[in-house]
């Protein structure tokens, strides 16, 4: 059973609700300044924006503080570059993904595309754990999610366990 409650992920998700800034896989602040700017943004941003997604959807209800959770996670990840009706635009297409391909495939997908970064599969389990969270509570099948998404993240039962408690 992962312990997903700890004092430390209630900060990160607190500081997820309150919002503004991560960084790329270089440090650099994620900022889209030009057309070509946002794309490489939204190439980055978009396998942790679904993956948040999904973990909002996971207990099969998205609940107020969930759906708040994700839009500040949302906000925090591409540093307040994308507009409102650019998240809802995406939320929609995730929704229509899960629809026609299921919750398993699409972690499967992200899984595949952070493959080659072991620290984004990291910071995408921390920040689905803090969705989870988001609502002061762990369902049995938001932890069950996030054992199967550290299954397809190629993140063993242990490491997700040390990486809950460096949040």
Do not use: W
Request: aromatic content about 6%; some cysteine; charged content about 25%.
């Amino acid at each position: 059973m992962l312990n997903i409650a700890t004092e430390k992920m209630h900060r990160l998700r607190d500081a997820l609700m309150q919002v503004n800034q991560l960084a790329d896989s270089n440090g650099r602040a994620i900022a889209a300044e030009t057309e070509a700017d946002m794309t490489a943004m939204l190439q980055r941003f978009e396998p942790f924006a679904e993956t948040l997604f999904l973990t909002m959807l996971s207990d099969g209800a998205a609940d107020e503080d969930e759906l708040l959770a994700l839009h500040g996670g949302l906000h925090i990840l591409s540093n307040g570059s994308l507009h409102q009706q650019m998240i809802e635009a995406m939320l929609r297409r995730f929704a229509l993904n899960v629809q026609q391909q299921g919750v398993e495939y699409r972690l499967q997908v992200i899984g595949a595309h952070l493959c080659r970064d072991q620290a984004d599969r990291e910071i995408a389990f921390k920040l689905a754990a803090t969705v989870a969270l988001a609502n002061n509570k762990i369902e049995d099948a938001e932890e069950r999610f996030l054992v199967t998404m550290a299954e397809y993240f190629g993140i063993s039962a242990k490491r997700s366990q040390v990486l809950l408690g460096e949040i």
